[in-house]
């Protein structure tokens, strides 16, 4: 197995005196997966991502981060490998211009100005927002913003990045450039949202979730295909499968 | 257009002009601050009479606005806030102050009417100068200043999120009255049993979004330390730029200039 | 209540500024040994907010008019007086520098009278004792409420002395205190409400929020409601009527009017004053036969500071535009 890769092996999560947010989660994912993590509002997927970088340590059993256990003592190897992208980008870009925000992990790495001016440069070309620099952030669109966010991770050259319903609020040209730049991205990535079309255009591997645990997991077509199964977890066939229009 | 859209429009119109290309932008962000306290003291420090010797200081934002190419009617709409309090202070020294000092035709002029002109005077050109401040340098640069006066990184920092999130708080109210006085057209304000419901839901939202914005920093490397960009440094452009007026600004506090320059002509 | 520029002189600045440093570099101090990361942020959004919030109009049931949310004490609530100080001053730094609302050179005098009693004397002698013993809705009502209230009594209170010890104004100290006092008297009770209305949402939602609460637990009927708005309104009553003892003591009181100070102070203005800015003349012109000691001077010299200023102003505009005028052709 190549040295990029998760393993979750039966893990439970529940807020302080609340019901349980995740019962048993157990996956393994390994290097040029892209996995779409999918289900209802409210069955988990967010909170397994945010397990996943160590923004909650109090969960049962084990998850390690290329062989690095996830834990209160261990967060900053792990964050250094693992990129996570908000779906809130006004709460991702906290910064005052795309230039500051994306500098603001190099920095924090203690890299050299010019370390971090190359860093940024090639986060910006990555994906394709050279000329959004030294632009304000408040005076982007929802899309700019988007790929501005991706860009604060990409400066951290991560291992594996992790987005919580990227497609939310994208009108279908930036939808499409997105998807476009992720598939650019080869390493590790896993994409939690109920856009099932997006999830089709992205993913080669697909995650159902419902009620915090894992139903199936499996061939992105084969579970989108499966029409029975989305219904009873809430989810309907995408958009493109539905027989309205071909994709 | 309600208080909340006026206020996003103006820090973006404010955000324009600061981030503009021209001269006045690329002066150091210190000395421009600098020069700026300078001038506002050197204003204040004028005698409660002396209103002649304060019209020269006008000389300043004269020429850094045509040069500048500020908007003068842009500035004057600054002063709304200020000019009342002012103007309360001011408005009364003609009352109390009556002793006569020179007549105008048959209309006599008291000294309490001079230094109400010379208060309002200071607070005109104070304004000014902080707008040419403000409209020339953005909070990022005058954040840098802050750092170089050694404001603690901690506090700059502070500062530089509460800039960053005001527009999206600002909007984000703004939505909110307008969802609220959508389904209440003939109230003005909000009704006081919503008073804190309102509010509240507003702060407890924000109080989340601090906590993302926490994770969002945690995430990337954040230890409590900040760390900035790389420095701006001073040319030596800017160092005449700023010893000029501040020659200028002492020669109108010391020397009456606008009398001698008349009595050349006047004799 | 944003003092401005003009209405300090450069000593009375420098001094609020050194006292509100004082009060500043002791919040970082205490905030960074509490050395929670999360506070930076929190702090930060938080002053975005009570940003934001300021900008809501807040009608006043049977009045027609609205009030407003100032903040200081709602921080206090929130986050503490050290924490609320600093997030205080970056509201009001952002407002100065963002919209030239507050001078520069005030901006201390501002911090001071805004920022620190909502805080300092907000969090500490009031909230915090009030909820030592758990917080009620009750109790949180009367603390913001007293808390607004003095705490706004003191800032306008300051307002008058710094004006008055800056000297640009020949209007009676106590009547100017005794038009400060009242207004915010009410603009306080407003604020008040408006901040207990927010604090009891907060309470009851997420009661961790609050800051200064060790039992979060609620406690039953100690202190009631009732209890609380008839205390309340002995408050109201006692502070409204030392003001107008105070008010009243000076003739003139509360309803004064133009004409009536006019009238009043006709008399002593003739000589007591006359002295004095004879005295302040001497002992501040530069050159002390410059500008008016009798009337045949002043107009002499006002004419040839008309005339110099007329000069001044054309040869500026002139040369500027010749600047600009030659700039552009290099450019071009």
Not at chain 1, 44 to 68: A, D, F, H, M, Q
Not at chain 2, 75 to 96: D, T
Not at chain 3, 254 to 259: A, C, I, K, R, V
Not at chain 3, 280 to 295: C, H, I, M, N, R
Request: charged share 15%; proline share 3%; net charge neutral.
């Amino acid at each position: 197995m190549s040295h990029i890769h998760i393993n979750v092996d039966q893990v439970s999560f529940s807020y302080e005196h609340g019901e349980k947010i995740l019962e048993d989660i157990t996956f393994t994912a390994r290097e040029h997966d892209a996995i779409g993590l999918i289900g209802a509002n409210g069955v988990g997927k967010s909170t397994l991502l945010k397990l996943l970088v160590g923004l909650n340590t109090e969960y049962e059993g084990s998850i390690r981060v290329e062989e690095i256990p996830v834990e209160k003592a261990t967060l900053p190897r792990v964050r250094e490998k693992v990129g996570y992208v908000f779906q809130d980008s006004d709460s991702q870009l906290f910064m005052t211009t795309a230039y500051e925000d994306i500098a603001f992990a190099p920095r924090n790495y203690g890299l050299s100005q010019a370390e971090v001016d190359s860093r940024v440069q090639h986060a910006l070309e990555m994906v394709h927002i050279e000329h959004l620099r030294d632009k304000q952030i408040y005076k982007m669109s929802g899309g700019e913003k988007k790929l501005v966010s991706i860009a604060t991770i990409l400066s951290m050259i991560p291992d594996i990045i992790l987005m919580d319903e990227p497609s939310v609020a994208l009108d279908p040209r930036n939808r499409r450039n997105l998807i476009h730049i992720l598939n650019e991205f080869e390493h590790l990535k896993i994409i939690a949202s109920h856009d099932l079309d997006f999830i089709l255009d992205t993913c080669n591997r697909t995650i159902l979730m419902a009620d915090g645990k894992i139903i199936a997991d499996g061939a992105t077509r084969e579970i989108l295909e499966n029409r029975a199964l989305l219904e009873e977890n809430g989810l309907e066939l995408p958009y493109c499968m539905q027989g309205k229009q071909t994709c | 257009m309600s208080k909340l859209s006026k206020a996003i429009y103006e820090i973006h119109h404010m955000d324009t002009l600061a981030n503009q290309n021209q001269w006045m932008n690329r002066i150091h962000p210190l000395v421009k601050f600098v020069l700026t306290v300078f001038y506002i003291g050197t204003v204040v420090s004028f005698p409660k009479y002396d209103m002649a010797g304060l019209a020269g200081m006008m000389v300043y934002p004269l020429v850094v606005f045509i040069i500048g190419d500020l908007s003068f009617l842009d500035s004057i709409y600054r002063l709304r806030i200020v000019l009342p309090l002012v103007c309360f202070v001011g408005l009364f020294n003609p009352f109390f102050d009556r002793v006569p000092v020179g007549t105008l035709g048959s209309f006599t002029i008291t000294a309490g009417m001079i230094s109400m002109v010379t208060l309002m005077l200071k607070g005109i050109l104070t304004v000014l100068a902080s707008y040419i401040l403000i409209a020339t340098t953005t909070i990022e640069k005058l954040c840098y200043a802050l750092r170089l006066l050694h404001v603690p990184a901690f506090f700059v920092t502070q500062l530089m999120l509460t800039y960053r999130y005001v527009s999206v708080l600002l909007a984000e109210a703004n939505r909110i009255m307008q969802a609220y006085s959508l389904r209440a057209p003939n109230q003005k304000g909000v009704h006081f049993k919503v008073w804190g419901s309102l509010t509240g839901q507003l702060l407890l939202r924000s109080m989340d979004r601090a906590g993302e914005v926490y994770e969002s920093m945690c995430l990337r490397g954040y230890t409590g330390e900040y760390h900035f960009g790389d420095a701006i440094h001073a040319r030596g452009k800017d160092y005449l730029y700023l010893l000029f007026w501040c020659c200028i600004f002492a020669l109108f506090r010391l020397l009456p200039v606008l009398n001698l320059i008349g009595g050349l002509f006047v004799a | 209540m944003h003092m401005a520029d003009a209405l300090v002189v450069p000593a009375v600045a420098a001094t609020m500024y050194a006292c509100s440093a004082v009060a500043g570099g002791f919040s970082v101090k205490k905030v960074r040994l509490e050395s929670d990361p999360k506070k930076i942020p929190v702090m930060g959004i938080m002053g975005a907010f009570v940003f934001a919030t300021q900008m809501i109009n807040f009608s006043i049931p049977g009045t027609g008019s609205s009030g407003h949310l100032c903040g200081g004490m709602l921080l206090s609530a929130l986050l503490g007086p050290y924490a609320g100080f600093l997030t205080m001053i970056g509201v009001l730094l952002i407002q100065c520098l963002l919209f030239a609302d507050g001078g520069i050179l005030a901006l201390g005098c501002n911090i001071w009278n805004m920022a620190f009693y909502g805080c300092f004397v907000g969090a500490l002698l009031i909230w915090k004792p009030m909820m030592k013993k758990g917080a009620t809705k009750g109790k949180i009502i009367a603390a913001s409420i007293l808390g607004c209230v003095l705490t706004l009594q003191l800032g306008a209170f300051s307002v008058s002395l710094e004006t008055l010890a800056s000297g640009v104004t020949d209007l009676p100290f106590i009547t100017f205190v005794s038009t400060m006092q009242p207004i915010h008297l009410a603009i306080g009770l407003v604020e008040g409400l408006i901040t207990a209305a927010v604090l009891c949402f907060v309470h009851e939602a997420r009661p961790e929020l609050l800051w200064g609460i060790q039992d979060t637990k609620k406690k039953e009927g100690r202190f009631s409601f009732k209890t609380t708005m008839a205390i309340l309104a002995v408050v109201a009553v006692l502070i409204g009527g030392g003001l107008s003892l105070v008010a009243s003591a000076n003739p003139d009181g509360l309803e004064w009017s133009m004409q009536k100070i006019t009238g009043s102070t006709e008399l002593e203005s003739e000589g007591t004053v006359y002295d004095d800015a004879a005295k302040v003349q001497e002992t501040t012109a530069v050159l002390p036969d410059y500008s008016f000691k009798g009337s045949d001077s002043v107009l002499g010299t006002s004419f040839s500071g008309i005339v110099g200023g007329l000069v001044v102003v054309a040869v500026c505009v002139g040369s500027c535009y010749a600047f600009k005028f030659f700039r552009k052709k290099k450019t071009a």
